[in-house]
């Protein structure tokens, strides 16, 4: 498969407890992008690198989050001190540049429950 | 800032009829790009189309279409008999060239229910 991969799939937490995602982006890409979908809604974008590099993050993403990509691979999302409000799908995309407008490829999605 | 407004939340349609979702779209950036994607039950958001601001040529692929009108910022889309296959949310979707990112910003969504 050589899609956008993420895992796990679906994590239950208790308020409070640490969750760590992972996203594994198409091997070529090197735009990475991480969103969130509340029930009803449209994803929300939180951050975004190019390669390694963390280049934009969103209001949304409080101290509380962390995001990484190591060595411009995969990415880690990171929610300290997890809250219920935090519950949500989390999506990861990535994308390559075509000199704007890049089309983003998404991946399945962890979706989090905070207990 | 950009924004994106589906204002129908769920369309039920009969099998084999047309539907047409409604995309307005907001943006001071001369040059922008519009997506559209589908997000089945299952949750995975599929890439249906991709348009810049300066190709307003409508494009037909199967049975989507989807009509461009930078005069109105819509950004429509049609599935020509529907089937229950098409049943699932489906997103518009705005990037500014300006914001260098090439964030998305979507809209609400349409659910769309396709009834055998």
């Known amino acids: 498969d050589t899609g956008v991969s993420q895992d796990p799939r679906h994590k239950i937490t208790k308020r409070g407890q640490n969750v760590t995602f992972r996203c594994d982006p198409i091997s070529e890409h090197n735009r990475l992008y991480w969103y969130r979908q509340t029930l009803g809604q449209g994803p929300e974008f939180l951050t975004y690198f190019q390669n390694e590099a963390q280049l934009e993050k969103s209001r949304l993403l409080s101290d509380r989050f962390s995001a990484e990509r190591p060595k411009g691979s995969f990415s880690t999302l990171e929610i300290q001190r997890t809250e219920q409000g935090d519950s949500a799908m989390y999506l990861c995309a990535s994308a390559q540049p075509t000199g704007g407008g890049d089309t983003q490829y998404f991946g399945p999605g962890t979706r989090l429950t905070v207990l | 800032a950009q924004k994106v407004t589906q204002a129908q939340t769920e369309i039920s349609v009969v099998e084999k009829e047309d539907v047409t979702l409604d995309c307005v779209y907001e943006?001071?950036?001369?040059?922008?790009?519009l997506f559209w994607y589908k997000q089945p039950p299952s949750g995975e958001l599929v890439f249906l189309i991709r348009r810049n601001s300066f190709d307003e040529q409508n494009e037909i692929s199967g049975r989507y279409s989807w009509n461009f009108q930078k005069s109105t910022s819509s950004f429509n889309f049609t599935i020509t008999a529907s089937q229950v296959v098409d049943s699932a949310v489906y997103f518009c979707?705005?990037?500014?060239?300006?914001?260098?990112?090439?964030?998305?910003?979507f809209g609400k969504g349409n659910q769309v229910v396709v009834i055998p």
């Open positions: 943006t001071r950036d001369t040059t922008y790009y």
């Open positions: 979707a705005l990037s500014e060239a300006m914001s260098g990112n090439n964030r998305l910003a």
